[in-house]
C-alpha cells in the first residue's frame, strides 16, 4: 500500500483525515484563460490502499464523467480507510471543446507515459504518470464508445493476470473483455507502473445513459468493498448474474451505404441468423438486412443513423451460452 503519514501530490500536502480538492493547471487556453483540472482528494484516518477513479481522458467521453460525478455526489469517496482520488475529467480541454482529442490533435491515451518537454497532451500525460501513479495502488478508469457506437457496460483486461482477473470478479460488470494494452495507453503504462487498473467502457460519447452509469457506480462499490474501504453508510448490490467473460469477438461491417436501422440488440445474447438491423437507401428503392453470422452476444452497437460501406456497425463475441461464464 502506498498510503502514508503525508501525501504529496501536484505540490500539495494531504494528511491523514482530510479533505481537499487541487486545482491542477498544465496550460491555459489560447485566450490565457486559466483551465483548470479538479482532483478531489479524501483521506482516512486510517491507513489503506490508495484508489483512483478517473475519467474523460477522451474529452467527449462523458459518460465516464457521469460516473466518477456520481462517486463524489453520493458520498462512495469517503473511504472507511486509505485514500480515494477522483479526477473526473482528466481531458478538461477536450470535454470544454466536446471533443475526444486535445487541442493540439492528440490523443491523450495514446502518448503515456508522456514527455515534460513534448506537445501538450504528452506534457499532461507526464505530469499524470509522476505526479499520481507513484501514489496510487488500484485504479478504475472510465470511457465510452467512441462517435456512435454504444457499448454494453464492461470491463478490459489483459489476459493471464490473475490480480485483473480478481478485481474484474469483484467489479461484476455485465462483461468482462480480454483485450490486449495498447500501447502509449494510461492503462498500458499503470501496468508498468505495478498499478492494479481495471479499464471500464459503456455508452457512447456525448450521451449520459443511466443504466451504464448505475452499472459503474455498483462496480466501484464493490472494489472498494473488497478492500474494506467502503464507507459503513453504502450499501453494495447483491449479484445476481456473474460477469461474462469474452475472450474472442468480431466487428460485423456494413456491406453497403445507407440508413441503419438498428433493432437494440445491445447486451443480448443473438442466434446466427438473428436480424440485427436493417440498412436502406433514403428514397425507398432497397432494404439489406443485416444477419448475427454466428451465436454470440452483441456488446457494441452503431447508433449513427448514416453508415457507409465498410463502417463498423456491431461488435460481436464468438461466446457460446454455455461457455459464457468459463
Given at each position: 500500500?502506498k ?30 484563460t ?15 490502499p490508495?484508489?483512483l477513479?478517473s ?8 459518460n465516464g ?55 501538450l497532451?504528452?506534457?499532461?500525460a ?7 501513479l507513484?501514489?496510487?495502488?488500484y ?36 462483461f ?5 494494452n ?22 457512447k ?8 452509469a ?21 450499501m ?10 469474452i ?72 461466446t ?7
Amino acid at each position: 500500500m502506498k498510503d502514508s503519514k503525508t501525501m504529496l501530490i501536484f505540490g500539495e500536502s494531504i494528511l491523514p483525515g482530510e479533505n481537499r480538492t487541487i486545482n491542477v493547471e498544465i496550460a491555459r487556453l489560447h485566450t490565457t484563460t486559466k483551465l483548470n483540472i479538479p482532483v478531489i482528494v479524501r483521506r482516512s484516518k486510517i491507513d489503506g490502499p490508495v484508489v483512483l477513479f478517473s475519467a474523460g481522458i477522451h474529452g467527449d467521453e462523458i459518460n465516464g464523467v457521469e460516473i466518477v460525478r456520481q462517486i463524489i455526489s453520493k458520498k462512495i469517496n469517503r473511504p472507511s480507510r486509505g485514500t480515494i482520488i477522483c479526477i473526473p475529467v482528466i481531458n478538461m480541454y477536450g470535454f470544454v471543446n466536446k471533443s475526444r482529442e486535445f487541442p493540439d490533435g492528440r490523443d491523450l491515451n495514446r502518448v503515456f507515459p508522456g514527455s515534460k518537454k513534448g506537445s501538450l497532451a504528452s506534457r499532461f500525460a507526464y505530469h499524470i504518470v509522476e505526479e499520481v501513479l507513484p501514489i496510487i495502488d488500484y485504479a478504475i478508469d472510465f470511457h465510452a464508445g467512441g462517435a456512435s457506437r454504444f457499448n454494453a457496460p464492461q470491463i478490459r483486461i489483459s489476459e493471464n493476470n490473475p490480480d485483473l482477473k480478481l478485481l474484474a470478479d469483484v467489479f461484476n460488470a455485465p462483461f468482462t473483455l480480454y483485450s490486449k494494452n495498447i500501447s502509449g495507453s494510461f492503462r498500458n503504462t499503470c501496468e508498468k507502473a505495478n498499478v492494479k487498473m481495471l479499464l471500464f467502457e459503456g455508452g457512447k460519447s456525448i450521451d449520459i445513459n443511466n443504466e451504464v452509469a448505475n452499472e459503474g457506480v455498483k462496480g466501484a462499490k464493490r472494489l472498494l468493498a473488497h478492500l474494506n474501504m467502503l464507507d459503513a453508510n453504502q450499501m453494495v448490490d447483491p449479484i445476481e448474474t456473474a460477469t461474462i467473460y469474452i475472450k474472442n469477438s468480431v466487428w460485423l461491417r456494413a456491406k453497403c451505404s445507407g440508413l441503419l436501422h438498428d433493432y437494440g440488440f445491445i447486451a443480448k445474447y443473438v442466434q446466427k441468423g438473428t436480424i440485427l438491423a436493417t440498412i436502406t437507401d433514403p428514397f425507398g428503392k432497397f432494404e439489406r438486412k443485416v444477419k448475427a453470422p454466428h451465436d454470440g452476444f452483441i456488446i457494441n452497437a452503431n447508433h449513427s443513423p448514416i453508415v457507409y460501406e465498410g463502417d463498423a456497425i456491431y461488435h460481436m463475441s464468438y461466446t457460446t451460452a454455455t461457455n459464457a461464464n468459463e
